[in-house]
């Protein structure tokens, strides 16, 4: 098994850039997804291949990869990012999340 | 509308058994491979396992703490996606959500609860 590690609690004031790292072996030769969780809400994608965002996502919200870390990159974090987010990734055919980062942003 | 629907949660004693549901609409179910993914409550998103589509062998992986107790299957006729649970645990309360693998699509998920 591997894992996928992540800091458990990031904060910001608005505006500001909100860095969200995920470190892990299989990040070297895996890409990965990022995903954005509200309370009482599903997952939603923001990041995918990496550094890829879907449609409908802001452009405030980029990924970035360097060796066996992958970062998330809020640009300008506004009070509607506050939630949790989990990076993810799959090898050898079994899925893996981090374990999320609360981001905070006030 | 892409969209998918989890049903089948509820209560359920321990060592007991539990098949959930997902129906999808609004886009080509068959073709899609699927995914659970679960959610203790207070705790983080965990993969529960993966089924490919059938013109891709239609093969399943699992998660190690659920291997050989959940079965995941689908009816593409029926464009419906199902979990089997067996031999529950109440370290298996959880919120349970489908997805595409890709994870663009995810259901609003359905609550199983394991207690005695």
């Known amino acids: 098994s591997y894992e996928l590690t992540q800091p458990s609690s990031v904060s910001v004031s608005p505006g500001q850039t909100a860095r969200i790292t995920c470190s892990g072996d299989v990040l070297a030769k895996k890409y990965a997804r990022w995903f954005q969780q509200k309370p009482g809400q599903a997952p939603v994608l923001v990041i995918y291949?990496?550094?890829e965002r879907p449609s409908g996502i802001p452009e405030r919200f980029s990924g970035s990869s360097s060796g066996t870390t992958v970062t998330l990159t809020i640009s300008g974090a506004q009070v509607e990012d506050e939630a949790d987010y989990y990076c993810y990734s799959a090898a050898d055919n079994i899925g893996v999340f981090g374990g999320g980062t609360k981001l905070t942003v006030l | 509308e892409v969209q998918l629907v989890e049903s089948g949660g509820g209560l359920v004693k321990p060592g007991g058994s539990l098949r959930l549901s997902c129906a999808a609409s609004g886009f080509t179910f068959s073709n899609a491979w699927m995914s659970w993914v679960r959610q203790a409550p207070g705790k983080g998103l965990e993969w529960v396992g993966r089924i490919k589509s059938k013109t891709d062998g239609g093969t399943t992986d699992y998660a190690a703490p659920v291997k050989g107790r959940f079965t995941i299957s689908r009816d593409d006729s029926k464009n419906t996606l199902y979990l089997q649970m067996n031999s529950l645990k109440t370290e298996d309360t959880a919120v349970y959500y489908c997805?595409?693998?890709?994870?663009?699509?995810w259901g609003k998920g359905t609550t199983v609860t394991v207690s005695s």
């Open positions: 997805t595409t693998v890709v994870g663009d699509v």
């Open positions: 291949k990496d550094s």
